[in-house]
């Protein structure tokens, strides 16, 4: 049988980047066609993103990428362009770390309350959300203009082939689509004041999402019709469906800017324990919920390294493994280190606040960063198997850390679980064998992930030590 040939778009909060895959019988292939930086823009007004840049990235890597049969496109979630009434967009979109949603989350929950919002929605209460950056925006001129409202991934879908939609899985992260039955969460929005006729129809990853206009074919110098395929377009469901599970007692920890910590399910957890608990259950590929809880993730680090002026990040990571272990930790889910700036420094605020020894040098503060993550990645794990009374063997790592080696083995150790790493590409992946599913070159989520473990190179790190000193850690921050 034939081997097919697809680009994945895949946006990040730090990058960009087109991958050209090969799928067919036995092969999976994926080649980096071309990668560009996002830098977000500090205006007057606030952080925004780069989205026309952005957009010539795209079509350099699909000219770069060369003739295939599909294209797919997911990115980070919850941000979104408005269009006015002829198409076109109005300003650039909103950088989620903005801080124009101080405060908007205890505003709506005076409205709807928290309990209530988590029942209808299943999602974690988080600043971002696109429904708190709908209602921060509420009376500004671009709401009185916008006609339609499109998240990133279908913002470009759209640029790309002129034709709207909402993929559901980056839909399922506004905070306004019901997880039980997977279609907009009507009640919830009518009571709110959300007007859902901002949003194009749902589409379903896999779903057809239109042609390559002829104006881009010729500019990425195509020869015939492209289809554009829906797929899992939030980066994290594509991630996830690129797991390369083997049964179904895993966790999974998608790495990059953020560490998503969790569960693949077969349906939410609405409990008022997982609420508080701060879990959401976004949506994933064939029905599966995304049961996981956000940690601040890397960008911990990736601010830190922004401040010492881009040191070489080998040499930081050796350096921090020649640190003790576990000194001091922060706690790598407050939303305090949400914002940029100052990150060393707050850092070791955190730790001076918590009693705790003071990290000073680089190498001590990438070490405590390391350490807190990993802790983090434990808890989460652990609060996800007791919520869900799913319980796990091993711990999937995918995305940028899985090139971490420390990371990796910190994480092992901390959960008491193996931990196996990579792909590290696996939002790409994930986005190339959904078109595949859809050209029926491969069949469900696990013909994939057999296919990945049969291809892809993956390295285990068994857990060393007993989890005590770990245990400890959680209690210094008020965990246990
Ligand atoms: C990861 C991610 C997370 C989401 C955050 C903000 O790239 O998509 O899943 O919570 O970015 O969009």
């Known amino acids: 049988a034939a081997v097919k040939s697809y680009a994945a778009v895949d946006l990040g909060a730090s990058s960009g980047r087109v991958m050209a895959g090969r799928v067919g019988p036995g092969t999976l292939e994926l ?9 977000p823009v500090r205006l007057p007004e606030g952080l925004r993103w780069d989205m026309l840049g952005l957009y010539t990235g795209v079509l350099d890597g699909l000219r770069a990428a ?48 928290a309990d209530e919002l988590y029942a209808a929605t299943g999602l974690q209460d988080a600043p971002f959300n696109t429904l708190y950056q709908l209602e921060a925006a509420r009376t500004s001129a671009q709401a009185t203009y916008a006609e339609r409202l499109l998240l990133v991934p279908d913002l470009i879908t759209y640029w ?34 959300v007007d859902l006729s901002l949003f194009a129809p749902l589409r379903q990853p896999g779903d057809p999402a239109g042609v390559l206009r002829p104006e881009v074919r010729e500019l990425i110098g195509a020869a015939g019709p492209v289809p554009v395929t829906a797929v899992a377009s939030h980066d994290t469901a594509s991630a996830v469906a690129a797991v390369p599970a083997t049964k179904e007692r895993f966790a999974y920890i998608c790495t990059g800017t953020w560490s998503l910590a969790g569960l693949e399910l077969d349906a939410p957890v609405l409990t008022e324990e997982s609420r508080t608990a701060n879990f959401t259950n976004e949506l994933g590929l064939d029905g599966t919920v995304r049961y996981l809880r956000n940690i601040t993730g ?14 070489d990040l080998g040499e930081l990571l050796r350096a921090a493994e020649g640190v003790p272990a576990l000194r001091s930790v922060v706690d790598a889910c407050d939303t305090a280190f949400l914002a940029p700036g100052r990150m060393p420094e707050r850092i070791a605020e955190a730790c001076r606040a918590s009693g705790q020894p003071v990290p000073g040098s680089p190498a001590e503060i990438t070490r405590c960063v390391l350490d807190s993550l990993a802790l983090a990645h434990r808890r989460a794990i652990e609060d996800a198997q007791r919520l869900a009374g799913h319980p796990v063997d091993v711990v999937h790592v995918v995305g940028g850390g899985a090139r971490n080696a420390l990371l990796c083995r910190l994480t092992a150790d901390a959960c008491g679980l193996p931990v196996v790493a990579g792909p590290a590409e696996a939002a790409a992946f994930g986005n190339v064998l959904v078109q595949a599913q859809a050209q029926r070159v491969v069949g469900d989520r696990w013909h994939m992930r057999d296919l990945l473990t049969r291809t892809q190179p993956l390295t285990r790190y068994e857990p060393q030590g007993d989890t005590a000193p770990w245990r400890a850690a959680e209690v210094r921050l008020a965990w246990r």
């Open 66 to 113: 060369g003739g295939v049969d599909s294209v797919g496109i997911d990115g980070w979630a919850v941000d979104y362009g408005l269009l006015d009434a002829d198409g076109a967009l109005l300003g650039n979109p909103v950088h989620y770390r903005d801080p124009r949603t101080e405060g908007i989350a205890e505003a709506v929950r005076a409205t709807v309350p």
């Open 298 to 311: 890397l960008w911990l680090l990736q601010e830190c390294v922004r401040a010492w002026g881009d040191p």
């Open 31 to 39: 080649t980096e066609a071309h990668r560009f930086p996002n830098r």
């Open 160 to 193: 790309l082939t002129g034709e709207q939609g909402t993929e559901l899985t980056n839909a399922s992260t506004t905070g306004l689509i019901d997880p039980v039955t997977r279609d907009w969460s009507y009640g919830l929005a009518r009571r709110l004041g």
